[in-house]
């Protein structure tokens, strides 16, 4: 991974978030994105619309979360983005997006992981070569609490068991979609959200039967 | 709030009218916008694409709805949104929009409110600090007799118990939704159509359970 | 009405056309449109795309089908169109579209009428005032013999208590929407796929109660 | 067909994966086109986004799959185009993609065909001229041996009872429609995901009975 510095940073996530804009996945000037820089982690700041940023609309947090310049006030979730870089030096940039299908799904799966098998989709995740394994995408409560719900996010992969990869859900609130460069980030946001949108309409129609 | 003259509130409606329009939530020049100026209310006339509306498509009322000028015919929901301005002093905007998903709930749910809890993006409505709370909009049974229906929702907001904040839905009708400021009224559109949009894929889903 | 002449009907129909195709409801160069002109009729030409006309995509004929000038061959579809002029002089234009919701819901739909009540939206057709009042749209089923099914529309409506307006269903093939004039016409057809949008869900939703 | 020399193919498929990446059937890289060119095949190379491809995305291959110039590395799926090419000389186009509805539809059919009739939209595949015929397209487990996935798709269409014709699904996967040319592909592919799109609607109303 080349590291970036902050301004091809700032240049990425504007490019990204007018396409995830686009999607509409980042509704009502929700979700936040991030990339590990050179020398500081550049995030978005709070109250913009994430599909139309310009410069102003970032900031650079050290790892503890202390803003070290730039506009606004982080948004509230930049523990979680932290605790994801935390856990893996390999994650270089984070996409959290607020899609109906993540936020129902979410909801309506009562366990604590979205898994599905079959579909070949599954290989535009990092690592998957078949569509005959099974991908597991970790669900966590939502809580207020965004240090809590960082420390319950770090508790979970701490067990070697849960693999870090891909992304993360959060009840009734979205997906965070990670990976090791802002292109990487993507295919794993649109490769779940495909997965996601596929679930929603595979269970409606096996109700039908 | 910084009050508007009626030419910013003019600008203002188009660049709405124009993202709104794009969303597809004001079908065959349905809906109506409004604003409150300094001098009066700047409300759209009627039979016009609200999706691409221009300078000529605005007249200035008064509070009584008399017409002070412009071209056209106020629409019929005029008398419902000066009742809505009337109820608060710190509304400024209205924005009534056509979803099928606003329409079709509205239908679907028998009750007289809208309530919603877990999701996040309850709190893109001012106020709202956490997915655990309860959000409600209440439901108005449609009625052609706009006069009757404006005092319908100023007899029902007269009750302390019921507050007046983000919006209403009419039944079958659409949405009127409202803020301190246009920026703030296209939040609360865009967060109730995006809770709006969950619920039906999620009523969908739980019949499947 | 102000009638057209040829020139200015082609420009209304590509304009129309560029709309609709959009909205994904010409697809596979599925669709026709026409246009009753002050000495002909303006029909789009067979096998082009609806969302992407030229001046080089229709041609003129006359109330028996003959061509009068242009290019390609008319749709199959005109003699539907020709007798919808004949059934009323008030008819000035006639939009045939594809789109999903029109398609399946005439065919989940076994009797020969499509009726709602209770949409506002209902009175974006011409002569509705109420969501009181139940708005009907024949549904007709699909014959590949045109002429015999424009008998069967002319037959229909010979029928006094069978009042002709705002469109026709042709089951699990679209809608022929029209009007006395394009304006209006793309009205009635913005508003009835509202409708079948919206009963597409509505219907889904009640079998969740 | 007047066959096309290397750069034509190239154009053709640019603007093609143009168009269906609008669509949003490639998500996240995935698909890919091909084109029978004057003295090779012309294929998509992996990893891009094939609605915004450009000149160095495509490889020139023999009908063995061996690479004769072009950049990066074929699709794996590239077997199973060549296997199509070879089934048939009147084969010019294969345009394989990612929609929801075809992914969704090819698991939820248990049988080795996705059958439909009763939609005039069936006339937009070559040689139907009534929505009274059964439009069928073969459904194939999908494989991630692509060799045994093309030969299972050539011992297939090696029995004389199964047309090649339109386009095959592989389930979990998506679709490869093809045709004589790119337009009459393209056809192919927008009339199929039409009789998709409708499909998944129809069987969750009838659900609704």
């Known amino acids: 991974m080349n590291v970036m510095n902050t301004q091809q940073a700032i240049s990425e996530l504007i490019a990204l978030g007018k396409w995830i804009g686009a999607k509409g996945w980042v509704p009502a000037t929700g979700g936040n994105f991030s990339i590990r820089a050179d020398d500081c982690f550049?995030?978005?700041?709070?109250?913009?619309?994430k599909g139309a940023l310009n410069n102003k609309c970032f900031l650079n947090v050290?790892?503890?979360?202390?803003?070290?310049?730039?506009?606004?006030?982080?948004?509230?979730?930049?523990?979680?983005?932290?605790?994801l870089y935390e856990l893996s030096l390999d994650t270089h940039c984070v996409l959290h997006t607020h899609s109906v299908a993540a936020t129902v799904l979410s909801r309506y799966?009562?366990?604590?992981?979205?898994?599905?098998?079959?579909?070949?989709?599954?290989?535009?995740?990092?690592?998957?070569?078949?569509?005959?394994d099974t991908l597991s995408i970790a669900i966590f409560d939502n809580?207020?609490?965004?240090?809590?719900?960082?420390?319950?996010?770090?508790?979970?992969?701490?067990?070697?068991?849960?693999?870090?990869?891909?992304?993360?859900?959060?009840?009734?609130?979205?997906?965070?979609?990670?990976?090791?460069?802002?292109?990487?980030?993507?295919?794993?946001?649109?490769?779940?959200?495909?997965?996601f949108a596929c679930e929603l309409e595979r269970i409606k129609l096996e109700a039908a039967l």
Not at 42 to 49: E, L, R
Not at 109 to 132: A, C, N, P, W
Request: hydrophobic share 35%; charged share 15%; no cysteine.
């Open 42 to 49: 550049v995030v978005t700041a709070s109250g913009f619309d």
């Open 62 to 83: 050290n790892s503890a979360g202390d803003i070290l310049n730039g506009n606004g006030k982080p948004s509230a979730e930049t523990a979680l983005h932290l605790a």
């Open 143 to 195: 809580d207020q609490d965004m240090n809590r719900l960082a420390q319950t996010v770090r508790d979970y992969f701490s067990n070697q068991s849960h693999k870090l990869q891909h992304g993360i859900l959060i009840r009734g609130h979205g997906l965070y979609a990670f990976g090791q460069n802002p292109a990487q980030t993507k295919q794993h946001l649109e490769g779940l959200e495909f997965l």
């Open 109 to 132: 799966i009562k366990g604590d992981v979205f898994s599905v098998s079959g579909y070949e989709m599954q290989k535009s995740l990092t690592g998957y070569t078949s569509h005959q």
